[in-house]
């Protein structure tokens, strides 16, 4: 059964439970934690790694190496990886679907440490030359946490659309970047801003409200200090 997550609490502090805590999401079974919340990790890593990898390799921690065998977390994680989301039928054959796809993956056990939640998966995706780390979790009733991106701590869930921007770490970008998102007329939920050392590398986490547009993963990409940039799709 959905495991029930507190969403909020009322006026007088008591906790009050969403529909969708209650009932969990829209998804193949059997589990939430290990099914739904699985695949959403794959489809998160998907976009943050430009596209259908070619390659993987996912190290399964905790109660996910565990007992995902018979949760379906395996098949689960590779449907996200090749674009299905949690209520997509096609979850039941995905490992066969992969090689099809051509997508060659593989899965090992690993210990993350301590301060890991239970429903963690640390996943390497190849496509061509470039290698892209992805960490999160699964934290119950289908949602997610993504922890990690290469060598940046970040923290966001999918649950509003996203930008990442991979950039130079040089003065001015945090103020470009929200204003692009105001000629787009979207308001900025959330921005979190990671770096290697001052002037190196700088990763840029920006959840917004509202459909991100084409146009601003265009004007992003055309700035000199953009590396990159992912779009993730709110995740229903």
């Known amino acids: 059964m959905p495991e029930a997550v507190s969403a909020s609490r ?7 439970a969403s529909l969708f805590d209650i009932l969990g999401p829209t998804m193949v ?6 099914t ?8 998160v890593a998907r976009a943050v790694a430009g596209g259908r990898p070619e390659r993987a390799l996912i190290e399964l921690h905790g109660s996910f190496a565990m007992t995902g065998e018979g949760h379906g977390t395996k098949r689960a994680i590779i449907g996200g990886l090749l674009g299905y989301r949690p209520d997509d039928p096609r979850l039941r054959e995905s490992l066969e679907q992969a090689a099809e796809a051509g997508l060659e993956y593989e899965f090992e056990q690993a210990d993350l440490g301590d301060e890991a939640h239970p429903n963690s998966a640390r996943i390497h995706l190849w496509r061509g030359e470039v290698h892209t780390r992805i960490q999160g979790c699964s934290v119950g009733g289908g949602r997610i946490r993504v922890e990690e991106i290469d060598d940046f701590p970040v923290e966001f869930t999918g649950s509003l659309p996203t930008v990442i921007v991979q ?5 001015g970008t945090i103020a470009e970047i929200g204003g692009l998102c105001a000629e787009q007329g979207l308001n900025v939920a959330t921005m979190r ?6 002037g190196g590398y700088a990763l840029m986490t920006i959840e917004v409200d509202g459909r991100i547009p084409a146009e601003l993963e265009s004007a992003l990409g055309e700035k000199p200090w953009a590396h990159w940039v992912r779009v993730i799709r709110q995740l229903s």
């Open 167 to 171: 950039a130079d770490d040089v003065p």
């Open 193 to 198: 801003v990671d770096r290697t050392n001052r």
């Open 10 to 16: 009322d006026p007088n502090g008591r906790n009050m």
């Open 29 to 34: 079974g059997p589990s939430s934690s290990h």
């Open 36 to 43: 739904a919340g699985a695949c959403r990790l794959g489809f």
